[in-house]
């Protein structure tokens, strides 16, 4: 998390010009910021999440009364409870008016000291909450962003998956069915691609109507090979029920495969029983001259 409002480009404008190179008390920055966000932390370990983190951490407990870690400390450093009287109730903005408190009172620090001293101190407040908060995400207007050539890398990785519309759009001719996958992409895998969305679609659709067309076109061209393979048949089968022609070849071969003396002069009974073999071919012939 780096939560860095505006506000404090002036602070640390004002503090370079009259501090130069003092170095900062990380000490008594956590302590100045635990007098804001962490209330009762000694009962509450989810305090700093509630206070300063996020609202799905939940609501601060109130019973028992509240008690600040500024109790009995010096007032140099910390918020005092008259001063809290005025801080927000949304975590997010009293993270960010707590920091403009601490920064206007220990001058030599900056932005960056909180965000890397006490970011990590919320982070680990709200994972003892339970709330997997990514923090970068909770400051004041941050916003993921990514470049168009990583998102539409992401959105093409996803749209293809099996599950949606296969590697090769097959599951995705439909219209309704391609939008509905689409829009699910951009939520489980394009966050912070929003600005290049439209151009993606675009893009993806081109990819789809491509990949059918192709499709088709294959399949085409399967469809008139195996017309071609059935045409060049049939006319070898035309040609084979002129006269005997057919049955001639089936005789010859079964002679020279199946009959130990290839129907040789002598064995006429070999012969004979080639021809009963081949007696379907007569038979298809009838049919075909049908």
């Not at 045409?231 to 130990?260: F, L, Y």
Request: hydrophobic share 35%.
């Amino acid at each position: 998390m780096n939560i860095k409002p505006v506000i404090f480009i002036a602070l640390g404008i004002m503090a370079t010009g009259s501090v130069g190179a003092a170095t900062c008390s990380r000490a008594n920055l956590t302590r100045c910021l635990d007098s804001v966000c962490a209330i009762n932390i000694g009962s509450n370990p989810s305090a700093r999440c509630q206070y300063c983190g996020t609202p799905d951490a939940g609501t601060p407990p109130t019973k028992g009364g509240m008690r600040s870690v500024s109790v009995g400390q010096s007032s140099n450093y910390t918020i005092s409870d008259k001063e809290l009287k005025n801080a927000p109730t949304d975590p997010v903005t009293r993270y960010a008016w707590a920091q403009t408190q601490c920064l206007a009172k220990l001058t030599a620090c900056t932005a960056d000291d909180v965000a890397d001293n006490y970011d990590k101190l919320i982070s680990q407040s709200c994972t003892a909450a339970g709330v997997a908060a990514q923090y970068s995400q909770l400051a004041v207007a941050a916003k993921v962003v990514k470049d168009q050539a990583t998102c539409e890398t992401q959105m093409q990785a996803c749209i293809i998956q099996e599950k949606r519309c296969g590697g090769n759009y097959a599951g995705c001719v439909d219209g309704v069915v391609f939008d509905r996958n689409l829009s699910e992409c951009a939520v489980s895998d394009a966050t912070g691609c929003d600005e290049f969305m439209q151009g993606i679609r675009t893009t993806l659709l081109a990819n789809r109507d491509t990949a059918i067309q192709n499709a088709e076109t294959v399949l085409n061209q399967i469809a008139a090979s195996y017309q071609k393979k059935r045409t060049e048949e049939w006319a070898v089968v035309q040609s084979d029920c002129q006269g005997t022609k057919g049955r001639d070849r089936c005789v010859e071969q079964v002679c020279s495969t199946n009959m130990p003396h290839q129907c040789a002069d002598g064995y006429a009974a070999e012969r004979a029983s080639a021809v009963l073999m081949c007696k379907y071919m007569e038979l298809a012939c009838n049919t075909v001259r049908k």
